[in-house]
């Protein structure tokens, strides 16, 4: 009872956020960059946001395939469209485990373990390209010491984050690489984590090392995550220059990727008023010349639109599927 509570209570913080971030803006803002896109600027968006989910999808039976799972490419889009509706309604990541439940459920040769094990894989190599995207960008603005219309030095920010994301990636391939020796380090010191942890972890690293054998299916997988996440950032490109605000694209991707991180997190529910004002600040910096409020409501479209297809892809995606999150739990 008390976590029905507890939930209620964020979602309607998370309502009266969203409503004075909206008043913050001013409303009449967002309708008004709304009519400046036009219905052909939603329909291109729209065409973009579907070819990214199609290009997951295809990604997605890419890693099934490296674990030599066979897989429905439809159920594997389907199951997109429940998981990313549930990530809006709640905070963290929580669509993920719908997911992985949802393949489970429509494919019958593949487990709740191994449909835990390949989700788990492509959102591994997921963070690895943005990592390694997000860095890439950072470095281009460095090296070309770029400011935007600002008047702060900026560089040496640029420079250190560039190190830092580097450093991201690095790591983040060594774990890819290493597994076998984590996995080790973990059965040394077994008896002091959670079960449910240790298997989980076991089970990851194991398909890991099952996974990186089939060469083909990870150079797939990398090569399709970067158009994919390329154009999930091209929507909000799309909404700035429509609505006459050119500014650098490497910007406006590096704040798209700072958003889809933000998401991560479990403050607000799809990381609503926390996603919009990190990324509108940090375009803000680069273009103070743009008021803070104006950079804002467009992020606040771009939330809006994608919410609305997401919501409409999620009803139809839900049709016939029973989410039993306690159960799922015990059974991992």
Excluded at 66 to 87: H, T
Aim: proline letters at 2%; aromatic letters at 14%; one cysteine or more.
């Amino acid at each position: 009872m008390k976590d029905k509570i507890k939930r209620i209570l964020i979602g309607i913080s998370t309502i009266i956020l969203i409503i004075f971030m909206i008043f913050y803006v001013d409303i009449r803002e967002i309708l008004k960059n709304l009519n400046k896109i036009s219905l052909l600027g939603i329909f291109l968006f729209i065409l973009i946001y579907t070819t990214t989910f199609i290009l997951r999808s295809i990604k997605l039976k890419q890693v099934f395939h490296g674990l030599n799972l066979k897989s429905s490419l439809l159920i594997l889009y389907g199951s997109y469209g429940i998981g990313f509706a549930i990530n809006e309604l709640t905070p963290g990541k929580f669509g993920e485990l719908a997911r992985i439940e949802y393949i489970q459920q429509k494919e019958k040769d593949i487990s709740l373990t191994r449909s835990v094990c390949g989700v788990s894989i492509e959102r591994f190599i997921d963070l690895l390209v943005l990592f390694l995207f997000i860095s890439l960008v950072t470095i281009y603005l460095y090296l070309n010491n770029f400011k935007g219309t600002s008047n702060l030095n900026l560089h040496i920010y640029l420079g250190i984050g560039a190190l830092f994301l580097s450093g991201a990636v690095v790591i983040l391939i060594l774990l890819f690489l290493i597994s076998d020796w984590i996995l080790n380090i973990i059965g040394k010191i077994s008896s002091k984590l959670e079960r449910k942890l240790k298997q989980f972890l076991e089970g990851f690293l194991n398909g890991v090392n099952e996974f990186r054998k089939n060469k083909k299916s990870v150079i797939k997988v990398i090569i399709l995550s970067f158009p994919t996440w390329f154009l999930d950032t091209l929507t909000l490109v799309l909404l700035f220059y429509l609505i006459g605000y050119e500014i650098n694209i490497f910007i406006i991707i590096m704040a798209q990727i700072i958003v889809f991180f933000t998401k991560a997190f479990p403050i607000t529910p799809g990381g609503w008023v926390i996603s919009e004002s990190v990324g509108a600040l940090l375009i803000f910096l680069f273009y103070p010349s743009i008021p803070y409020n104006i950079i804002l409501s467009i992020f606040i479209l771009d939330h809006l639109i994608r919410s609305a297809y997401i919501f409409v892809y999620g009803v139809f995606s839900s049709v016939g599927f029973n989410f039993k999150f306690e159960k799922m739990i015990k059974q991992i």
